[in-house]
């Protein structure tokens, strides 16, 4: 960063490592040297809860369909800052004319109003498990992703463990489950099959598994991966089991 440096854009985790990024202490970083973040949080936001207040970030945007809902995005920005932003709406707005200024037509009504499922998901994802202690809101919220973490923790271990002992394979971020490290999404190279063929074979078992760059081009590109063709990446979240775990290994078992 230099005195020239006015936007440092960032992810919380990437979506190829599985990495959770110390937002906290990059926001400080930033701030410090009077510029301003913005957060990606796509692959973070289905497996952990987000506070933008904590975090102090400046700007924090993710897909509502990553966190179980419709296929929506939101941006959260403080508001002395989009205030100051120019719109993309008609000439007429105002610049306190927040979020209206920015949007490019009416609100999507039916997708809008399914965001309502989610909260609700989360509070009787705690009530399920805690049906005696009752709880704030929020408690229930933090509460709810602490489980999540832990589980997805669980499911993290039972496919790394495999992967660690398969000699042909590099694991693209950290090999431990740990949840304080990473979230459940796992990448990693074969040294001898390319990824798109890799995943061909596991197509055929009907487990849903990708390859390539997701985006991440210079990461992939960065990391000398292009040459097998990207990286095979496992999604895993806390709605997958322990069972099909297994099968996605035996799949593996028969491909390498």
Same mark, same amino acid.
Request: net charge negative; charged share 25%; proline share 5%.
């Given at each position: 960063?230099?005195?020239?440096?006015?936007?440092?854009?960032?992810?919380?985790?990437?979506?190829?490592?599985?990495?959770?990024?110390?937002?906290?202490?990059?926001?400080?970083?930033?701030?410090?040297?009077?510029?301003?973040?913005?957060?990606?949080?796509?692959?973070?936001?289905?497996?952990?809860? $987000?506070?933008?207040?904590?975090?102090?970030?400046?700007?924090?945007?993710?897909?509502?369909?990553?966190?179980?809902?419709?296929?929506?995005? $939101?941006?959260?920005?403080?508001?002395?800052?989009?205030?100051?932003?120019?719109?993309?709406?008609?000439?007429?707005?105002?610049?306190?004319?927040?979020?209206?200024?920015?949007?490019?037509?009416?609100?999507?009504?039916?997708?809008?109003?399914?965001?309502?499922?989610?909260?609700?998901?989360?509070?009787?994802?705690?009530?399920?498990?805690?049906?005696?202690?009752?709880?704030? $809101?929020?408690?229930?919220?933090?509460?709810?992703?602490?489980?999540?973490?832990?589980?997805?923790?669980?499911?993290?271990?039972?496919?790394?463990?495999?992967?660690?002992? $398969?000699?042909?394979?590099?694991?693209?971020?950290?090999?431990?489950?740990?949840?304080?490290?990473?979230?459940?999404?796992?990448?990693?190279?074969?040294?001898?099959?390319?990824?798109?063929?890799?995943?061909?074979?596991?197509?055929?078992?009907?487990?849903?598994?990708?390859?390539?760059?997701?985006?991440?081009?210079?990461?992939?590109?960065?990391?000398?991966?292009?040459?097998?063709?990207?990286?095979?990446?496992?999604?895993?979240?806390?709605?997958?089991?322990?069972?099909?775990?297994?099968?996605?290994?035996?799949?593996?078992?028969?491909?390498?």
């Amino acid at each position: 960063m230099t005195s020239r440096t006015r936007l440092v854009a960032v992810t919380h985790c990437s979506n190829v490592l599985g990495t959770i990024n110390p937002i906290k202490k990059i926001a400080e970083v930033v701030h410090g040297a009077g510029a301003l973040i913005c957060v990606d949080g796509v692959a973070f936001a289905p497996h952990r809860r $987000v506070d933008v207040q904590e975090l102090d970030v400046d700007f924090y945007v993710f897909s509502w369909y990553k966190v179980y809902g419709p296929h929506l995005a $939101v941006m959260f920005g403080k508001l002395d800052l989009l205030t100051q932003m120019s719109g993309i709406n008609h000439y007429f707005f105002k610049p306190e004319d927040v979020p209206y200024k920015f949007q490019p037509g009416n609100y999507n009504f039916e997708l809008t109003y399914g965001l309502k499922a989610i909260p609700e998901y989360l509070t009787d994802l705690y009530d399920h498990h805690f049906p005696q202690i009752n709880a704030s $809101v929020n408690d229930k919220y933090q509460k709810s992703f602490d489980l999540i973490a832990d589980y997805e923790e669980g499911l993290a271990a039972r496919l790394l463990d495999y992967l660690n002992s $398969v000699e042909e394979i590099k694991i693209i971020g950290h090999t431990s489950p740990d949840s304080a490290l990473r979230v459940p999404t796992i990448s990693f190279i074969h040294k001898t099959l390319k990824s798109p063929d890799l995943v061909a074979e596991v197509d055929k078992e009907n487990i849903g598994i990708r390859f390539g760059d997701f985006y991440a081009k210079k990461l992939i590109h960065d990391l000398d991966l292009e040459k097998y063709g990207g990286v095979v990446r496992v999604s895993l979240v806390h709605y997958n089991t322990p069972q099909e775990v297994d099968k996605l290994i035996n799949a593996f078992k028969k491909v390498f």
